[in-house]
Antibody, heavy 124, light 107 residues
Framework: QVQLQESGPGLVKPSETLSLTCTVSGGSISSYYWSWIRQPPGKGLEWIGYIYYSGSTNYNPSLKSRVTISVDTSKNQVSLKLSSVSAADTAVYYC??????????????????WGKGTMVTVSS | DIQMTQSPSSLSASVGDRVTITCRASQSISRYLNWYHQKPGKAPKVLIYAASSLQSGVPSRFSGSGSGTDFTLTISSLQPEDFATYYCQQSYSIPFTFGGGTKVEIK
């Protein structure tokens, strides 16, 4: 059974770069898309972006100028970097696998496996 | 961006009740609509994808319906483990967006 585990610093200073890693175990990173999603304390969910195992990416335009998502297939890891952080970036950060469902020639996507999430606080 | 609006934002219900949550998209998204629930301190978990397909392992008391802009999640008989926050999410276009959530509480 595929499991995802996020890791990285729990505290980042304002204006610095947030760096997180998602390690995939129990399965291969290949042939899937991998997303990052975040959730500020007490608030809703925000999709940050995704990456295909081949390296192609798609980002939320609201964060695109500050986000980089990368993949290391040899380590079965996906990474997130978010630059120039502020208090507004304080959140639980989740990685998730994008599942695919085919129905009458139409492809549907959903996040079918999630990590437990990691809390990142931006504060000096 | 496609805006997803859920209602109600919260509700109180008893074990055994039938519960309905609605989600409205700001434009047509066909059936590109997923439902998740999230318990405190836990990651979201998918319940329904493609508007009405039940994720493997999810109890059959959960069902989804709708297409276009209006969608519904129904819990036919609320169980103690169903008290959580429910989110809809569109996968029609980038950026994927979520509804604001519906918190289901014990009456």
């Amino acid at each position: 059974q595929v499991q995802l585990q996020e890791s990285g610093p729990g505290l980042v200073k304002p204006s610095e770069t947030l760096s997180l890693t998602c390690t995939v175990s129990g399965g291969s990173i290949s042939s899937y898309y991998w997303s990052w999603i975040r959730q500020p304390p007490g608030k809703g969910l925000e999709w940050i972006g995704y990456i295909y195992y081949s390296g192609s990416t798609n980002y939320n335009p609201s964060l695109k100028s500050r986000v980089t998502i990368s993949v290391d297939t040899s380590k079965n890891q996906v990474s997130l970097k978010l630059s120039s952080v502020s208090a507004a970036d304080t959140a639980v950060y989740y990685c998730a696998r994008r599942g695919t469902h085919y129905d009458s020639g139409t492809v549907y996507y959903y996040m079918d496996v999630w990590g437990k999430g990691t809390m990142v606080t931006v504060s000096s | 961006d496609i805006q997803m609006t859920q209602s109600p934002s919260s509700l109180s219900a008893s074990v055994g009740d039938r519960v309905t949550i609605t989600c409205r998209a700001s434009q047509s998204i066909s059936r590109y609509l997923n439902w998740y629930h999230q318990k405190p301190g836990k990651a979201p978990k998918v319940l329904i994808y493609a508007a009405s397909s039940l994720q493997s392992g999810v109890p059959s008391r959960f069902s989804g319906s709708g297409s276009g802009t209006d969608f519904t999640l129904t819990i036919s008989s609320l169980q103690p483990e169903d008290f959580a926050t429910y989110y809809c999410q569109q996968s029609y276009s980038i950026p994927f967006t979520f509804g604001g959530g519906t918190k289901v509480e014990i009456k």
